[in-house]
């Protein structure tokens, strides 16, 4: 089992670019949920999904982020555009159930200049 | 690359010696809590799990202790050792599948 998948480890761009990040839950794994984690607000949830469905999206800051899961293999976080307080490590978590078994991907370093 | 601040409560330990850190959480209501360990450039590591129903629960060296009266979980880790180095979030459940983290203790072991 090669866990919970993210890319890219690190991610450097320019105030005002897109960025995608990617996430490819356990096989399996009903519930994928997408975390960030900052020096000042530690691990905070912006978005989980079941079956593929956004369930609870009130975490995504503003309108500038946007999710999505097309299959149950794979889930895209998108900025767009970046500033450079989305700087920070996002991390993708995904479980079977939605409350047990949580498995963390190694997350993404974002860095917005 | 590190996950997590600078400003973080940190506990010092000697190897071999036990380990206690402590959490407060919020939500009354919560009924299911987890600590997680973190390591530098990874992701949190699920360590060990309590329901709201029960007051301790043991694992492999470790530890938790629920007091829902005053809303406290601690974690116990035997026999530290180097490999415990690292940061130790606990999380709760209240509403739904989601997890609220506390902010975190790190630990360092001394050899």
């Known amino acids: 089992d090669a866990g919970v998948i993210q890319s890219p480890r690190h991610e450097v761009t320019e105030m005002g670019q897109e960025v995608t990040l990617r996430c490819k839950p356990i096989?399996?794994?009903?519930?994928l949920f997408w975390y960030r984690q900052t020096m000042m607000r530690g691990l905070e949830l912006l978005i989980y999904f079941n079956n593929n469905v956004p369930i609870d999206d009130s975490g995504m800051p503003e309108d500038r982020f946007s999710a999505k899961m097309p299959n149950a293999s794979f889930s895209t976080l998108k900025i767009q555009p970046s500033e450079p307080r989305d700087s920070a490590v996002y991390f993708c978590?995904?479980?079977?159930?939605?409350?047990?078994?949580?498995?963390f991907g190694s997350g993404t370093r974002l860095t917005v200049v | 690359g590190e996950s997590v601040g600078l400003h973080l409560p940190t506990l010092s330990v000697q190897e071999g010696d036990n380990s206690i850190i402590n959490c407060a959480y919020s939500n009354s209501a919560s009924d299911y809590f987890i600590w997680y360990k973190q390591e530098s450039g990874k992701g949190p590591q699920f360590i060990i799990d309590i329901r709201s129903n029960m007051d301790k629960r043991q694992g492999q060296r470790v530890t938790v202790l629920l007091n829902k009266t005053v809303k406290h979980l601690s974690l116990q880790i035997a026999a530290t050792q180097p490999g415990d180095s690292a940061v130790y979030f606990c999380a709760e459940k209240a509403a739904g599948n989601k997890l609220t983290f506390g902010g975190g203790t790190r630990v360092l072991v001394k050899p």
């Open positions: 096989s399996g794994h009903d519930y």
């Open positions: 978590a995904s479980s079977p159930t939605g409350l047990y078994g949580y498995t």
